[in-house]
């Protein structure tokens, strides 16, 4: 009796850690797509908006970020790229993650790709670039190191994505594209850390903290999706519960994180509050 009874219940709590892992999964993608699309409303709103009316030097009114710099013609062509192209970044990522697009719209899928793929390494190459030629007065090395660390994994991912797509070995590019994703939206995911630093300890962090900050916007992400792939391909019960609490717990920060983004960039920089800043 109890032999016949074991493997109903090992069975029952597969089940329950597969619908645990594919919740969270779910959960994830909605604050991750919710989160995306107001970066994508301050990234049209503020360069968006001023690119298309040629005022590029606007940029320079950001109280972070020195974007426009007088005379430097090409470094200032690069951001324009870095900065746009991320528009088309944070709008078609997480749509290439919808089962439904897939199945049903193949063909949006496989251009949303294309052009995700292409996007995400043009914006690499202007990083490199404003890293070797545009480094800011004051620039730690390790910021340096972070920011090209990141554009290696952009370039080497992408590159094993639309590989593997070109193959046909579709769930292989499967992993290496939602790599990508995570990979390439580095900034977005500093953003958010940053911002949810700052709401949930109402302090703002040391410079260490802000370069460790830096480097955990792509590499504590791109871990979470690990766990997650381990999981679902060959995990057990306790990894796809680790997955699961992983996948929640980054959720929630990134809830912390859209808000503080928005009462912090939204609200001082494309509405000018300066009071938010204080």
Known sequence: MVNAVKPVSQSAAKRAGEGA??????????????SQW????????????????????AWARHPFIDGYVAGDVVGNLAFAAHVLLSIVISFGGVLQLLPWIRARAAWLHRWNGRTFIVTSIVVSLAGFYMVLFRGETGEALADDLSISLNGVLILLFAGIAWREAATRRIEAHRRWALRTLVVVNG???LRLIFSGWLVLTQTEPSAVMFMAFEYASFLLPLAIVELYLHATNRGGLAARRLAAVALTAGALYMCAGAFGFTMI?????????????G
């Open 21 to 34: 892992l594919r919740a969270a999964a779910i959960f994830w993608w909605v604050v991750m797509a919710a």
């Open 187 to 189: 900034v977005f995911f």
């Open 38 to 57: 107001i970066f994508l409303y301050y990234l049209l709103a503020f360069y968006g908006v001023t690119a298309l009316a040629g005022d590029l030097a």
């Open 265 to 277: 960039f939204i609200r001082a920089i494309v509405f000018g509050d300066a009071s938010s800043l």
